[in-house]
T-cell receptor
Framework: DAKTTQPTSMDCAEGRAANLPCNHSTISGNEYVYWYRQIHSQGPQYIIHGLKNNETNEMASLIITEDRKSSTLILPHATLRDTAVYYCIVRVGSGGSNYKLTFGKGTLLTVNP | ETGVTQSPTHLIKTRGQQVTLRCSSQSGHNTVSWYQQALGQGPQFIFQYYREEENGRGNFPPRFSGLQFPNYSSELNVNALELDDSALYLC??????????????FGEGSWLTVV
């Protein structure tokens, strides 16, 4: 019952920006969008999250459309170490302390030299 | 470094046995969730604890149970292990209350193999 849709895989050249899209057309008003990535055999690494405003941190930028039905994660200068599965997740729950993250299959981003 | 530590990192159990996995949440985090990730799949929500009470559960049978302690660390217990329980078990922690958008951090997981 994942609430997001992502491409199965994407390629990006090293040094270029990687733009990973995500559709979440059924998102509700107080549901946040979270992005994680996972390198094989490791735990998911938090990247960024947001509600309706664009967000930026030291790892990435998150652009959320005005209608909140889609978002794009931007890695400004991709490196080989950014090769991973990227998950776009809508946080679902009835309260601040009652929630779950429903993971889909994510996007395998491959950064090529 | 997320501040979420899990133990053991790897273990092998025999079908029918019981296992306990442990999670130490990031300092001050009062909410702990557990996820199961089978090979090639995304993590699946097992259950969540908030201030020592279970307050959410996914589609897992009762032989999956848990505890949260006063210091907010947590245990996941699985009884009567089956071969399909072989997976990476992930713990996630956050500081929650009325705010819906806190950062949620995952540990590196415990790899369980059932033979």
């Amino acid at each position: 019952d994942a609430k997001t849709t992502q491409p199965t895989s994407m390629d990006c050249a090293e040094g270029r920006a990687a733009n990973l899209p995500c559709n979440h057309s059924t998102i509700s008003g107080n549901e946040y969008v979270y992005w994680y990535r996972q390198i094989h055999s490791q735990g998911p690494q938090y990247i960024i999250h947001g509600l309706k405003n664009n967000e930026t941190n030291e790892m990435a930028s998150l652009i959320i459309t005005e209608d909140r039905k889609s978002s794009t994660l931007i890695l400004p200068h991709a490196t080989l170490r950014d090769t991973a599965v990227y998950y776009c997740i809508v946080r679902v729950g009835s309260g601040g302390s009652n929630y779950k993250l429903t993971f889909g299959k994510g996007t395998l981003l491959t950064v090529n030299p | 470094e997320t501040g979420v530590t899990q133990s053991p990192t790897h273990l092998i159990k025999t079908r029918g046995q019981q296992v306990t996995l442990r999670c130490s949440s990031q300092s001050g985090h009062n909410t702990v969730s557990w996820y199961q990730q089978a090979l090639g799949q995304g993590p699946q929500f097992i259950f969540q604890y908030y201030r020592e009470e279970e307050n959410g559960r996914g589609n897992f049978p009762p032989r999956f149970s848990g505890l949260q302690f006063p210091n907010y660390s947590s245990e996941l217990n699985v009884n009567a292990l089956e071969l399909d329980d072989s997976a990476l078990y992930l713990c996630a922690s956050s500081l929650d209350g009325g705010y819906y958008g806190n950062t949620i951090y995952f540990g590196e997981g415990s790899w369980l193999t059932v033979v």
